[in-house]
């Protein structure tokens, strides 16, 4: 479930309540290490190999390392901001011993990092704390209570969007009325809903949900003036197989969802994996030497048979559309890595392995 908008910017508290669920970091994971010292002279940082602008707001004698990577595209609707966000907070509790729920710090930095500091489906509470006292992350179920669940993510384009997710959804909340209206009348139901549906594993429902939650989001940012696009022709029409798809088989057997980006994650359940392979090969086929084409999880895919193309009736692509599957599971959230061959930062805090 997508988050709307804000209604306080400075600390970063929601307008709505939503749902996410963390990715198994074997997959799709954001690394980051951190480090203090007396001898540094400056607080320094690093993202994907690139020096970004020093930190601010911060006289302490001890000055702060911090060197991240994420190993999918970052600023693609791919939630890498959440990543990492929720990585640093990690990290940074770790090495302050701070213990307890660190979802409220993680919220400071990036909204969605609430939910990503824990592992399985998780619910961002919007709480009515004027202060965000009360907005925070609760786990719903963990990783291990819906084990059969898996993740398509189909990278369809890797470069940044546009238009940032603060931006955009700063302009929705300024001039969307669709936007009040789904705050006011549809999320706090469906919210509800999908959690039931997470408890009690019920995939028709989930995916349903799933599915019109996003597409309500990009019905949002189309009436948002000017409007917000990101999604492209070729994700509509991954939109469009899905239901193919879906009616074809007579079953809701996979599900869609769109953050703010074009690249489409999808949700379905383990056993309808290989088919649904299949069927994305068919229509969406790779370049013929491709490399690290499909990543993830090992799977053999099943050919869709000529009957179930009969029944599709779908436009099949050029090679090349799709940059990128991979193919995960839900995930328990953050690890710490201990062997210094995992760091990004040497003795001395400076950068290694970080691009």
């Keep these: 479930m997508i988050l709307g908008g804000k209604r306080d910017d400075s600390l970063i508290l929601p307008t709505n309540d939503s749902i996410s669920a963390t990715l198994d970091t074997a997959q ?148 969307s009325q669709l936007l009040q209206h789904r705050i006011m009348h549809v999320v706090p139901e469906r919210a509800n809903k999908m959690q039931q549906a997470i408890v009690e594993k019920d995939f028709k429902n989930f995916a349903e949900l799933t599915m019109k939650d996003s597409n309500q989001f990009h019905a949002v940012c189309l009436d948002t003036y000017p409007p917000c696009i990101y999604m492209n022709n070729i994700s509509n029409n991954i939109m469009n197989l899905v239901h193919s798809y879906n009616d074809a088989v007579n079953d809701v057997k996979v599900a869609y969802t769109y953050d703010a980006g074009p690249n489409a994650t999808l949700y379905l359940l383990e056993k309808d994996v290989p088919a649904v392979i299949g069927i994305l090969d068919h229509f969406f086929p790779p370049f013929e030497n491709a490399i690290e084409y499909r990543r993830g999880l090992p799977v053999e895919e099943i050919k869709p048979s ?50």
């Design 28 to 175: 799709l994971h954001a690394k980051t290490t951190v480090m203090i010292s007396s001898d540094f002279k400056e607080d320094r940082i690093w993202l994907n190999g690139k020096k970004r602008s020093q930190l601010s707001g911060y006289t302490n004698d001890w000055k702060i390392r911090i060197c991240s990577k994420n190993n999918f595209p970052t600023a693609a609707g791919l939630a890498s901001s959440a990543a990492g966000y929720a990585c640093l907070t990690a990290a940074l509790a770790k090495l302050y011993k701070i213990e307890g729920d660190i979802s409220i710090i993680a919220r400071s930095g990036s909204g969605s990092a609430c939910r990503s500091v824990m592992g399985g489906f998780v619910r961002w509470y919007m709480g009515s704390d004027k202060n965000g006292t009360d907005s925070l992350a609760k786990q719903i179920v963990p990783a291990s209570h819906w084990s059969e669940m898996r993740i398509l993510v189909l990278v369809i384009s890797d470069e940044q969007k546009k238009v940032p997710s603060a931006i955009g959804m700063k302009r929705s909340i300024e001039t």
């Design 306 to 355: 000529q009957d179930l193309l009969e029944k599709l009736k779908f436009q099949k692509y050029p090679p090349g559309q799709l940059k990128c599957m991979i193919y995960t599971k839900i995930g328990d959230g953050p690890k710490y890595l201990n062997n210094p061959q995992d760091h990004l930062l040497d003795g001395q805090g400076n950068p290694i392995n970080c691009s």
